[in-house]
């Protein structure tokens, strides 16, 4: 029997519902329960792919080739249990939905209305494909009086009343500011969030108080009484130096126990041992290495999260601490910046789109590969670090991308046709802009010798991909012939995944996002080799 926990939140956004939903399907997991997490998004978008990375952060993509929101990669990295496309659902896919089913016909002349049919496409999602795991925890967009929200409370609204207690669970994140001013803390805007949830006909079995500093035991049995849940259901989140210890610090205030209670389940504690081992090493590191990342959305970090964390994995498998340094790309087009990255011990192109700021990934690539300093280009990473080989060694000054416009020699072009499965997709100029990249899981041949298939220690990878451009394989006899190999192909030869110089302490360049599959129990091995070449170089320094 699947049981259900719908975790909203109230007062303000960028609380941690993604975070609270991944620590506790992990404490879950580790009490011997299997589970899924899934996230609703309020917003009209069919997806966030076509979003700027200011508007919403980075994209998360699974294995199935869904572009969904950055808290997927949250659920992933701390159960394990790999996200897909039937994971996440937005309020533009729901309408999508049910005026298709309109134009079929397929309502029999009824009135469309959001009740029931929206709702019922919302519940349909919910309870979909759950897989008979034990626990489905689905995390609610958005903050509770949004008004886009509204359909969404409504339909689990609908199914706490349908499924009944016994098989689900109301949990409801909020905010319990300090006021310097007064010197306390201020329960109130839990009491009003918690009111304006119950408007709605949800009433919340626990409630998480957000706080920067302890909830004093008076104030927390005021809000267990004014928000009708037993004090034991009031837990406090304090804020902690690491998202690792989110696990951890939930426990031990009894979240995993209160929803068995609630449920009326018997299960041993969790083993917390690898979360204390990845928190042990993040604060009691032996070195600390300095990576700078060059990108274009270095002002949101939010932009780069998985990229982030996958660092931070690569740290701990070396014991060493990771200090980013977020570098705008485009101060490297002017004279005299490129001194910023003299001091870093490795340096990380991420990817991205369009042409800002791309002279000056290049100027970062080539700085990397002239200076010997250990060079990893995600992407947009490896395609520029492919054209500036291009220009400054394969003797080819106008190399460049059709990305960028038309170029006598477009070193990356535009993707017009690719395999998926049995099937052949094909793309063009005019194509939408949504959902119309390469997107998802696809194989890579690892050639034999090479530091990549050292690294992966395998003959055959699967990586996640989300690009137009690649790398234009009839360049590639020009560029092997000046030292660059092409280490990493697709199984029919004709797509470049990677590339590195064997001359170099450590180049690497991948088109694919490996930081979508590293783990904190379990980095992915560019992140841990790439640290680990950096931990070199800061002792050459």
């Not at 980013?324 to 003299?342: K, M, P, T, Y």
């Not at 192909?489 to 995944?497: H, I, K, R, V």
Request: glycine share 10%; net charge negative.
């Amino acid at each position: 029997m699947t049981r259900f926990i719908f975790v909203t939140g109230g007062v303000t956004s960028s609380l941690g519902k993604g975070l609270t939903a991944a620590a506790l399907g992990a404490l879950l997991q580790g009490r011997g329960f299997s589970v899924r997490l899934r996230k609703l998004d309020p917003y009209l978008n069919v997806d966030p792919g076509t979003m700027s990375p200011y508007q919403h952060g980075e994209v998360y993509v699974t294995d199935d080739g869904a572009e969904t929101d950055l808290d997927l990669g949250h659920y992933e990295r701390f159960t394990g249990v790999p996200s897909r496309r039937g994971d996440n659902v937005t309020t533009g896919q729901i309408y999508s939905k049910v005026l298709a089913k309109e134009r079929r016909g397929d309502y029999l002349g009824a009135t469309v209305q959001v009740i029931p049919h929206v709702t019922d496409a919302i519940k349909e999602f919910v309870l979909s494909d759950s897989g008979g795991v034990d626990f489905v925890v689905c995390e609610i967009g958005g903050t509770v009086g949004d008004i886009e929200g509204l359909p969404f409370l409504e339909a689990i609204r609908q199914l706490g009343y349908e499924l009944g207690a016994d098989r689900s669970l109301f949990v409801h994140l909020t905010l319990v500011p300090y006021l310097a001013s007064a010197g306390e803390l201020k329960t109130k805007p839990t009491q009003h969030s918690v009111k304006e949830l119950q408007s709605v006909g949800i009433k919340p079995d626990i409630v998480i108080c957000r706080c920067e500093r302890t909830i004093p035991l008076e104030a927390r049995r005021k809000i267990a009484l004014f928000c009708n849940v037993r004090p034991s259901a009031v837990i406090q989140g304090l804020d902690v130096d690491t998202i690792y210890a989110v696990p951890r610090a939930y426990h031990e205030e009894g979240l995993d126990s209160e929803v068995c209670r609630h449920f009326g389940l018997t299960a041993p504690e969790p083993d917390l041992s690898r979360w204390d081992y990845v928190t042990g090493r993040i604060r009691q590191p032996d070195g600390e290495v300095t990576i700078g990342v060059v990108g274009k959305y270095t002002t949101l970090i939010d932009s780069y999260k998985s990229l982030a964390e996958a660092l931070t994995h690569g740290g701990v498998a070396n014991n060493v601490r990771v200090k980013v340094n977020w570098l705008d790309s485009e101060i490297f087009e002017g004279e005299g910046a490129i001194h910023q990255l003299e001091d870093v011990h490795g340096i990380l192109i991420p990817g991205g789109f369009g042409e800002r700021g791309s002279e000056g990934k290049i100027a970062a690539a080539r700085f990397a590969r002239e200076r010997q300093v250990p060079y990893f280009g995600i992407c947009f990473g490896m395609q520029m670090a492919v054209i500036e080989a291009a220009r400054h060694l394969a003797n080819l000054p106008d190399a460049s991308s059709t990305e960028f416009g038309p170029t006598e020699d477009p070193i990356v072009g535009l993707m017009t046709e690719w395999t998926v499965g049995n099937r052949v997709e094909r793309r063009d100029t005019e194509s939408d802009k949504g959902g119309s990249m390469r997107l998802g899981a696809y194989p890579c041949v690892v050639a034999a010798g090479s530091h990549l298939h050292d690294i992966y220690g395998a003959d055959n990878i699967s990586e996640r991909h989300r690009h137009r451009y690649e790398v234009n394989i009839n360049y590639r006899d020009a560029l092997e012939r000046v030292g660059m190999r092409f280490a990493g192909l697709s199984p029919d030869g004709e797509l470049p995944e990677m590339i590195e110089l064997p001359d170099h302490p450590w180049f690497i360049g991948v088109q694919f996002h490996p930081e979508l599959k590293s783990k904190p129990f379990e980095p992915h091995p560019l992140f841990t080799s790439f640290i680990e070449a950096a931990v070199a170089q800061s002792r050459l320094m």
